[in-house]
């Protein structure tokens, strides 16, 4: 992308995420969190990723997309107001899934790390014991 794609597609991040935070009151979509905008060189489209921690199954994340997909004219239009753009992208959105694929990825480390402590033997008790022998 270039310097001014990006500015675009940073700038229409912010708002975007404003915008659902503050004003989309559909239900289905939820909290989401926008992780990534892509903006095409002829502003025709923007392809917005995002991510939501309760979207566990399959139907719950089509459900939000299904909220996303029926809020993205409005989206376009409040956005339009807004940005100062001759053009504004038309926005399709995408969900992403990593940030559940990172905490899942937490939980797993978590868990690693208790088993390895739970398994160490003490070794602390032992020094002190052949000090004292010495």
């Known amino acids: 992308m270039s310097r001014r794609t990006d500015k675009i597609a940073a ?9 659902l935070r503050e004003d989309v009151t559909d239900p289905r979509v939820g909290l989401v969190t926008i992780t990534r905008v892509d ?21 719950a994340i089509e459900r939000i997309d299904d909220g996303l997909a029926s809020a993205a004219a ?7 107001h807004v940005l100062p753009l001759r053009r504004m992208p038309e926005l399709r959105f995408r969900y992403d899934p990593s940030l559940s694929l990172g ?19 003490e070794t602390e008790g032992r020094e002190v014991q052949d000090d004292e022998a010495q």
């Open 11 to 19: 700038s229409l991040m912010e708002e975007l995420a404003r915008m």
């Open 39 to 59: 903006v095409a060189p002829d502003l025709s489209n923007a392809i917005v990723h995002y991510s939501a921690l309760n979207a566990e199954s399959p139907e």
């Open 74 to 80: 409005f989206l376009r239009r409040r956005a339009a």
């Open 103 to 121: 905490s899942e990825t937490l939980g797993l480390l978590r868990e690693i790390a208790e088993e390895t402590r739970s398994e160490e033997p």
